[in-house]
């Protein structure tokens, strides 16, 4: 079981990064998929999460209008499109896997992760 990150990369604030979450050795088909970041000298924080079949999407308060999450449940991936980047969404991004068909927030409700990809957004 294993899940991928990447798509990270340094951009100029105000431009954009798709973010990728490959799953292998399970399908992500029944899974609630989340994404969280960490930033430099602090806590790691909820981003964005995604409900199995994709009718239910959350957002964190920092991200909201500017970041989409989404699926294709087919090539077993989950995405993070990041518009309008901020300096302060510099941070190592993860994506997570919830078994639990329940959307959730926080980083005890998910059973597995990725190993993270760095997004810094510099001029």
């Known amino acids: 079981v294993q899940l991928q990150a990447s798509g990270g990369g340094l951009v100029q604030p105000g431009g954009s990064l798709r973010l990728s979450c490959a799953a292998s050795?399970?399908?992500?088909?029944?899974?609630?998929m989340g994404w969280f970041r960490q930033a430099p000298g602090k806590e790691r924080e909820f981003v964005a999460v995604?409900?199995?079949?994709?009718?239910?999407?959350y957002y964190g308060d920092s991200v909201k209008g500017r970041f989409f999450i989404s699926r294709d449940n087919a090539k077993n991936t989950v995405f993070l499109q990041m518009d309008s980047l901020k300096p302060e969404d510099t941070a190592v991004y993860y994506c997570a896997a919830r078994a639990n068909p329940r959307v959730g927030r926080r980083e005890a409700e998910y059973d597995y992760w990725g190993q993270g990809t760095q997004v810094t957004v510099s001029s």
């Open positions: 050795g399970f399908s992500l088909d029944y899974y609630v």
């Open positions: 995604i409900s199995w079949s994709a009718d239910i999407t």
